[in-house]
């Protein structure tokens, strides 16, 4: 399995820009399709965003389609998710995952790989 850890996340503003990476280890990274996901208090973990192993798919929630982007170096076993015009309503935890093909991309137990999470907070 890969390991995963997040980082980039904060503190922002309302209408700004924050980038969250993951970056894995452990295993070919270049095999797994990726997502993301986020669980703010009190509710349950929703789908993102997800990325093909290949770069030629993506996925996104209707929350987050024209405001967030997903990416990813596979030479770097990076993925990254820029996230744009931020909203207060996207406050939560944000989580990577892997897994190996794609379908069902939205559900999360489907993953087979989580990183520890990392919080957001965007301020109005």
């Known amino acids: 399995q890969v390991q995963l850890v997040e980082s980039g996340g904060g503190l922002g503003q309302a209408g700004g820009s924050l980038r969250l990476s993951c970056a894995a280890s452990?295993?070919?990274?270049?095999?797994?399709?990726m997502g993301w996901f986020r669980q703010a208090a009190g509710k349950e973990r929703e789908f993102v965003a997800a990325?093909?192993?290949?770069?030629?798919?993506?996925h996104y929630s209707d929350s987050v389609k024209g405001r967030f982007t997903i990416s990813r170096d596979n030479a770097k076993n990076t993925v990254y998710l820029q996230m744009n015009s931020l909203k207060p309503e996207d406050t939560a935890v944000y989580y990577c995952a892997a897994k190996l093909g794609w379908a069902p991309i939205e559900v999360p137990t489907s993953y087979s790989s989580w990183g520890q999470g990392t919080q957001v907070t965007v301020s109005s």
């Open positions: 990325i093909g192993w290949n770069l030629a798919i993506t």
């Open positions: 452990g295993s070919t990274f270049s095999v797994y399709s």
